[in-house]
């Protein structure tokens, strides 16, 4: 397996102050709840909402759709579910990717039966290219090709999420 950077560092940085200065400007004033999926939205999670500057409710769910591959399975399970309750709440769900959009659209759906005031997605990365369900992100970081990538809180098998980049994981011989 070989690393090539897709994004750098700095680049995701410098958009996701950008993506915290709009979700500022769109939300009213009260707390907003960042619903970080579990894992790989985990470090996104971290610089996003400290690029937000109103008031945040930080929360964790796990949702696993993905096997130890590189496809997903198909099948959406809760592995983790929310603490509180997010009946009125802005709900703002903090995911690493959207790809096929089963997780989201699973997950959305499952928000919205808890009469949250409103619930969007921010998501780093977008695959549009694979979308299998409609879903609608209201903040993305980057558009991609379809290729599978790793880094920033996203794995292979739970390898590379520490990586500072988000780099794609190609075939081939050892760098
Ligand atoms: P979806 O349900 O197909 O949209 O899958 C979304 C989940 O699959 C994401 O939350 C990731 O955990 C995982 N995933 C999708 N594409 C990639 C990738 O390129 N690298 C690592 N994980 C991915
Ligand atoms: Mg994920």
Redesign the pocket.
């Given at each position: 397996m070989q690393l090539r950077v897709l994004l750098t560092e700095d680049q995701i940085r410098t958009r996701i102050k950008e993506l915290g200065a709009q979700i500022d400007a769109d939300y009213p004033a009260g707390n907003l709840h960042l619903v970080c999926?579990l894992k790989?939205?985990y470090v996104f999670l971290a610089d996003l909402a400290r690029a937000i500057k109103r008031d945040t409710f930080v929360e964790f769910m796990g949702?696993s759709?993905?096997g130890k591959g590189?496809t997903?399975s198909g099948e959406?399970k809760v592995t983790k579910d929310l603490d509180h309750s997010v009946e009125g709440a802005n709900v703002l769900i903090v995911?690493?990717?959207?790809?096929?959009?089963?997780?989201?659209s699973y997950l959305v759906q499952v928000l919205r039966q808890r009469k949250p005031h409103s619930v969007r997605i921010a998501a780093l990365?977008d695959?549009p290219e694979?979308r299998?369900r409609p879903v609608e992100v209201a903040y993305v970081g980057f558009k991609i090709p379809d290729?599978?990538?790793?880094g920033y809180g996203?794995?292979?098998g739970e390898k590379y999420r520490n990586l500072r980049d988000v780099c794609v994981?190609e075939e081939g011989e050892a760098a």
């Open positions: 999926i790989g939205a949702i759709s993905y590189k997903s959406v995911e690493d990717i959207v790809d096929s959009g089963v997780t989201l990365l695959k694979r299998l290729e599978f990538v790793v996203l794995d292979y994981l």
